[in-house]
C-alpha cells in the first residue's frame, strides 16, 4: 500500500508540474470564461439596440394604420412605418448610410398585395424573415374580418385555438432537454478519453528516461500500473470538476436564466446523478487507462505512441458515437444495450438517468459489467505490462502482445 501511494504521489506531482497540463488547463478556463460572456460583450459592442432597423413603407394606406402595432411586437427589429412614397434610390442611400439594414414595400395589386423585402446583401437561402411575414398575414386577416361585422362567436369559430400534444405509445417516457444531455456525454468522452490516454504517455515518457528501470527495482509492474493510474485518475477528476464547475459558475454569473433554463434546462440535474456521472468516469477511466498502459508499455520512443495507441482510440470513439447516436431514439433497445456494453456505458448511462429512463436495477447491472470488464483488463494489461515495460527495442507488435501473455500464463 505504501509503494502504491508513493507511485501515485509521483505520479500527481509530475502531471502537476507539466506545463502542458498547466497551459492547457488555463486556456480552457479562460475560453470558458470568454464563451459565456459572448453574448455580453456583443451586447456592450451593439449598445442597448433593440434590433436590426426595419422600414417598412405603406404608401396606399392597405393596412389602415394597423401596422403601428408591429413597433411593440416582439419581432426583433426596431421597426419604423412611412405611410409616404420613398423611391428605391431613397431607400437604397437610407441602407448605405446605415440608417436602416432592411426595409419592406407594401404594393396593392389587382388581387394580390406585393411585398417587396430590400436589402444590402442578400443571399440563396434568405427570404423576407417569417415572423414579419406571419404578423403581416395576421393583421391584414383582423382588418378585414373586423370589415365583415362578424359577432364574438363567429370569429372564435373562424380561427379556433388549435392544442397540440405528443403522445407516444410506449409505457417509457423520456424526458429533460436533449442538448444538456448530449453535452454531458460530450464532456465525459473527452473527460476519460484525454485523462486516459496521459497514462500511455507517461509511460512511455519514463521508460525514454529511463526512470522506469528505477520504478521496477523499487516496486512491482502491478503497483506501478495500478499506482499511475490512479494518480492520473485524481487528477484528471480534480481538472474535469474544475472545469465542469467553472462552467457551471459562469452561465450562472454572465446569462440570463431564461436561456440558460432554455438551453441547458438544468432541473434534471439531482445530487444523484452528480455522484453517478463521476462514478461513471472513474469507472470508464479505468478501463481506458489501463488499455492505454498496455499500449504504452509496448513502445520505446514518444514518436510511437500514437500508432500504438490507435486501437484503443477506435474502440473509444466506437463506444461513444454508438452512446452518441442511440440518444436519438433514448426508449429504443439500441440504447438500452449502450448504456450495458462496457466500452459506451460511461458515456451512455448518465444519460439515460438523466432522461429518467434508467432503473436502479439497470444502474446496478451497468456498473457489475462495467467492473467485471476492467478487472479482465486491468489482469490482462499488468500480465503484458510485467513483461514489456522494460523492452526498448522496436515497437511489439500485436502478435508480440499475444506471444507475450500467453507466456506469462505458462
Excluded at 473527460?191 to 490516454?197: E, S
Excluded at 525514454?208 to 512491482?220: A, Q
Amino acid at each position: 500500500m505504501k509503494d502504491l501511494y508513493t507511485v501515485m504521489k509521483f505520479t500527481i506531482k509530475d502531471m502537476i508540474k507539466r506545463k502542458s497540463f498547466v497551459i492547457s488547463t488555463l486556456i480552457i478556463l479562460v475560453l470558458i470564461l470568454v464563451g459565456f460572456n459572448i453574448p455580453n460583450i456583443l451586447k456592450s459592442i451593439k449598445g442597448e439596440d433593440v434590433g436590426e432597423k426595419l422600414l417598412i413603407i405603406d404608401s396606399k394606406n392597405v393596412f389602415e394604420g394597423t401596422l403601428q402595432t408591429l413597433k411593440e411586437a416582439n419581432l426583433e427589429f426596431e421597426v419604423e412605418i412611412e405611410n409616404k412614397d420613398i423611391s428605391y434610390d431613397e431607400i437604397k442611400e437610407k441602407i448605405e448610410n446605415e440608417e436602416i439594414e432592411s426595409a419592406i414595400i407594401i404594393e396593392p395589386q389587382d388581387k394580390n398585395i406585393k411585398i417587396r423585402y430590400i436589402v444590402k446583401n442578400s443571399n440563396m437561402m434568405q427570404n423576407v424573415p417569417e415572423n414579419i411575414v406571419n404578423t403581416i398575414n395576421t393583421l391584414y386577416s383582423n382588418l378585414q374580418i373586423n370589415k365583415l361585422g362578424l359577432t364574438q362567436q363567429q370569429l372564435e369559430q373562424i380561427t379556433p385555438n388549435f392544442e397540440f400534444s405528443l403522445e407516444q405509445t410506449e409505457e417509457q417516457k423520456a424526458s429533460g432537454n436533449i442538448f444538456a444531455m448530449m453535452l454531458l456525454s460530450i464532456v465525459l468522452f473527452y473527460a476519460i478519453y484525454f485523462c486516459a490516454y496521459q497514462v500511455s504517455s507517461s509511460i512511455t515518457t519514463e521508460k525514454t528516461s529511463k526512470i522506469m528501470e528505477t520504478l521496477v527495482t523499487s516496486t512491482t509492474p502491478r503497483t506501478i500500473v495500478l499506482g499511475k493510474t490512479i494518480g492520473i485518475g485524481v487528477v484528471g477528476l480534480v481538472q474535469m470538476v474544475l472545469i465542469v464547475g467553472t462552467a457551471l459558475i459562469s452561465a450562472k454569473a454572465f446569462l440570463e436564466p431564461e436561456l440558460i433554463n432554455s438551453v441547458l434546462d438544468v432541473s434534471n440535474i439531482t445530487p444523484y446523478l452528480g455522484v453517478i456521472t463521476v462514478l461513471y468516469f472513474i469507472l470508464g477511466y479505468f478501463a481506458y487507462a489501463l488499455l492505454y498502459a498496455l499500449t504504452g508499455s509496448t513502445v520505446s520512443k514518444p514518436e510511437d505512441i500514437q500508432s500504438a495507441n490507435t486501437p484503443v482510440a477506435i474502440l473509444a470513439v466506437i463506444g461513444f458515437y454508438f452512446s452518441y447516436f442511440t440518444m436519438m431514439n433514448p426508449t429504443s433497445e439500441l440504447n438500452v444495450f449502450a448504456s450495458m456494453f462496457p466500452i459506451s456505458s460511461p458515456f451512455c448511462m448518465p444519460f439515460r438517468i438523466m432522461m429518467g429512463l434508467a432503473s436502479t436495477t439497470d444502474v446496478i447491472l451497468s456498473i457489475a459489467i462495467l467492473v467485471v470488464t476492467i478487472l479482465i483488463i486491468a489482469q490482462v494489461a499488468i500480465k503484458i505490462y510485467s513483461s514489456a515495460i522494460l523492452n526498448y527495442g522496436t515497437k511489439m507488435s500485436f502478435k508480440d502482445i499475444i506471444k507475450v501473455y500467453k507466456d506469462k500464463n505458462n
